[in-house]
């Protein structure tokens, strides 16, 4: 009789809570029942019960995932996109600035918790172990030395040798923050006549899919018509969730079969864009690191096949960084700002992370201005880029509660 004996880790796995019930049911079956076609379903057929259980836990975990996915009729393609935004159900709509603030909320806890902690009694002095405690802190947001030490230094120019309160202390920090952020809002440029081709980059991991499917929520939700490329054509979880997310937000897309030409998806999805007289065609392409040349040369020869059809394309080269990567990020934009002729940068996953100090080196470091922020799980959780509002929300005195 094959034994159900599956790790706690599995069956306490939140992404799968109906999995203990279906293996509850299983072990019940009887020793035919349940042996023969259990292994055939798990793709094991000459395994038997004792080869089995000597599997190791990964594939046992895989597995039986495997055989739940196929019960239960649930693709891994589908399954991506139930659990990526906007599949749960709605809650009421909160505004942009409501929704930076809950996105913003991990890095405001850190820094409004650690800054309280230095005021324990009726203000604090401004002495050198307050400033080395604060420039702590700030370095925790992953702001990076500089900014951080450029914003101690204001504190201790104004205050230093001053009992001062904590509201005086986040003043400041406000107006630096601002300054060091500073840049106007950077919307999509849109192109004069026919469509605007937009090419969004980064390496895997970093949120690059589904912040594509929250650009093209945005357009849809302008009222603008959208072509997706899926030149991702590596990965074939990534071309199945994007299929999915078309076909959800009503957009057009193309594809090609696995590790096909992505230069070849990318000059039919161009197509497609002026043959519907679409607005928008935006373009995925594989995970790549900046370091990759051949992965970088590749890009290159997709930006040519799409200069061929439209004089400008690509109107928009958007590199995706994941923001729980911190300060690894910058190295990515480094690669990818001079190879991939970046216009401008999505932060993604800022709502997952205390490091949403980022923004700042990024802003410091580059002439690339931050374009819009992944703020929440919802396909409509992706904001312009305000530095003002960004700050305004960061330090708001209530910080949205997750439901």
């Keep these: 009789m094959v034994h159900f004996a599956v790790s706690r880790a599995l069956l306490s796995d939140k992404r799968r809570p109906r999995v203990a019930v279906l293996l509850s049911g299983l072990a019940n079956c009887t020793t035919t029942a ?5 292994t055939k379903l798990l793709g094991h057929d000459k395994m038997g019960s004792k080869s089995f259980h000597h599997n190791s836990r990964f594939l046992v975990y895989q597995n039986t995932m495997a055989l739940f996915d ?36 991990k890095t405001h ?18 002495d050198d172990a307050f400033l080395g405690e604060l420039f702590a802190i700030l370095i925790r947001t992953d702001m990076g030395a ?53 090419m969004v980059v980064g390496v895997n991991g970093s949120g690059k899919t589904t912040s594509i499917a929250k650009l093209a929520t945005m357009f849809k939700l302008q009222g603008k018509s959208v072509v ?40 039919r999805a161009v197509a497609k864009a002026l043959e519907t007289s679409a607005d928008v065609c935006i373009i995925d392409t594989a995970g790549r690191l900046q370091n990759q040349t051949s992965l970088m040369q590749e890009l290159a020869k997709i930006r040519r ?39 401008g940068i999505v932060l993604a996953k800022l709502d997952g992370t205390a490091k949403g100090g980022v923004v700042v080196p990024i802003r410091q470091q580059f002439e690339l201005p931050v374009k819009y922020i992944g703020v929440g799980e919802k396909a409509e959780d992706l904001a312009l880029f305000n ?13 949205v509660s997750k439901s």
Excluded: Y
């Design 34 to 38: 349940e042996t023969t076609p259990t």
């Design 70 to 105: 196929r019960l239960t009729g649930k693709s891994q393609a589908a399954k991506a996109v139930s659990e990526t935004p906007g599949n749960e159900a709605e809650s009421p709509k909160k505004g942009i600035f409501g929704r930076l603030k809950h996105g913003l909320e």
């Design 228 to 267: 997706l490329g899926a030149g991702d054509t590596f990965r074939a979880a990534a071309v199945q969730q994007l299929t999915i997310w078309a076909e959800r937000i009503g957009a057009e897309i193309v594809t090609g079969a696995s590790n096909s030409d992505p230069a070849s998806v990318a000059h």
């Design 305 to 343: 096949v799409m200069t061929k059809q439209i004089e400008a394309a690509p109107h928009e080269v958007l590199l995706v960084l994941d923001a729980t990567a911190g300060q690894n990020g910058i190295s990515q934009a480094k690669g990818f700002s001079d190879a991939a002729g970046c216009t």
């Design 109 to 126: 806890q850190l820094l409004f918790t650690d800054v309280r902690d230095l005021f324990k009694q009726e203000g604090a002095l401004v």
């Design 146 to 198: 500089g900014p951080a030490g450029t914003i101690r230094d204001q504190v201790k120019s104004d205050f230093r040798g001053r009992v001062v309160q904590m509201s005086e202390v986040l003043d400041v920090i406000k107006i630096k923050l601002r300054e060091l952020m500073a840049q106007p809002e950077v919307p999509i440029k849109f192109a004069d006549s026919g469509p605007t081709v937009v």
């Design 387 to 399: 530095a003002d509002e960004f700050v305004d929300a960061l330090f708001a005195e209530s910080v």
